[in-house]
Nanobody, 125 residues
Framework: QVQLVESGGGLVQAGGSLRLSCAAS????????MGWFRQAPGKEREFIAA????????YYADSVKGRFTISRDNAKNTVYLQMFSLKPEDTAVYYC??????????????????WGQGTQVTVSS
């Protein structure tokens, strides 16, 4: 069992920055990959970024590449999503997720075993 708790969401103007955090508990954090997804009203959950268990490999959606950075601190059991140059279209609920099975397709929601409750990010124009 893994518990995930996101924080750091909020309201920001276009062009601004936010850093999301996801604190994990329940299993050895350094043993599994983590991902970030987002879901806007009326839209499907969208892959944003993922990071391998050791942090050595990262993956990004084209829509955020160069603007968002995923990282993790295994000593703190936390994964981060640093977001720069935010746009109104980045407005969504952001979720972190844990992949305990060592999946290859970290861009697919179905491979993740546990999800956080989400944190709202709103970017005003």
């Amino acid at each position: 069992q893994v518990q995930l708790v996101e924080s750091g969401g909020g309201l920001v103007q276009a062009g601004g920055s936010l850093r999301l955090s996801c604190a994990a508990s329940g299993r050895t954090f350094s043993s599994y990959a983590m991902g970030w997804f987002r879901q806007a009203p009326g839209k499907e959950r969208e892959f944003i970024a993922a990071i391998s268990w050791g942090g050595g490999r990262t993956y990004y959606a084209d829509s955020v590449k160069g603007r968002f950075t995923i990282s993790r601190d295994n000593a703190k059991n936390t994964v981060y999503l640093q977001m720069f140059s935010l746009k109104p279209e980045d407005t969504a609920v952001y979720y972190c997720a844990a992949d305990l099975r060592g999946s290859y397709h970290l861009d697919r929601p179905a491979v993740y075993d546990y999800w956080g409750q989400g944190t709202q990010v709103t970017v005003s124009s």
